[in-house]
């Protein structure tokens, strides 16, 4: 957990409260976060059912693991530590969103649970919907499809710290889903997102 380092703040309430702004825009915020190795397909997924969203009418974002590493997180590396603080800053931002009503999706490998259930208790704790998609494929075919050669890199001992290679990735125990993408096109796999966010009462028909 973050330390707080800054003092003398207070809280500002605004005069605007969470309903009013799923009033507005005719839809709950909540967070879905895939999670999953490099190459197993999690950034396609997310963008995909974000497309689908969009164009059903839904105000829907996509908060890419990449996207982020070229802004808000430019400043974190790899390590372990790095790694804990790139998955909180992005909880917050992902809180952010849901709260004001967007249907959020974030694409990031977290290979921690500990970083993951503490993202899930940031939104518990807002009173705000968290869903886990473990995006599943065996790290052989994500090797193979290796998008960004960075398998081919990890295993030449080019990139330290590489998760599935030379550190760790922790699958998730309790996700609401998991999705095995392999064998299936990004369509397939987004409608069965889409199934879940209709389970949850996130969307409708």
């Known amino acids: 957990m973050a330390q707080q380092k800054a003092t003398n703040i207070t809280w500002h309430e605004g005069h605007v409260d969470r309903n009013a702004r799923c009033d507005l825009l005719k839809q709950q915020g909540a967070t879905i976060w895939f999670t999953g190795l490099s190459g197993c397909g999690k950034s396609t ?12 009418g839904h105000l829907a974002y996509c908060l890419d693991g990449d996207n982020i590493r070229h802004g808000l997180n430019k400043n974190l590396g790899f390590s372990p530590e790095d790694r804990t603080e790139n998955i909180r800053r ?11 009503g967007v249907l959020t999706f974030t694409s990031f490998i977290s290979p921690y649970r500990a970083d993951r259930d503490l993202v899930r ?72 997102v889409i199934d879940l966010l209709k389970k949850h009462g996130l969307i409708r028909d």
């Open 121 to 192: 208790k940031i939104h518990d704790d807002a009173g705000l919907k968290f869903l886990e998609v473990f995006v599943k494929a065996p790290i052989e075919e994500c090797e193979k499809r290796d998008p960004k050669g960075l398998y081919k890199k990890a295993r030449a001992g080019e990139i330290k710290e590489f998760t599935g290679i030379s550190a760790p990735y922790e699958e998730p125990l309790k996700a609401e889903l998991v999705l095995e993408n392999y064998g299936r096109e990004p369509q397939e796999s987004a409608q069965i």
């Open 45 to 56: 997924v997310a963008f995909t059912v974000e497309h689908a969203l969009v164009e059903r």
């Open 90 to 100: 992005i909880g917050e931002v992902a809180k952010l969103f849901a709260d004001t």
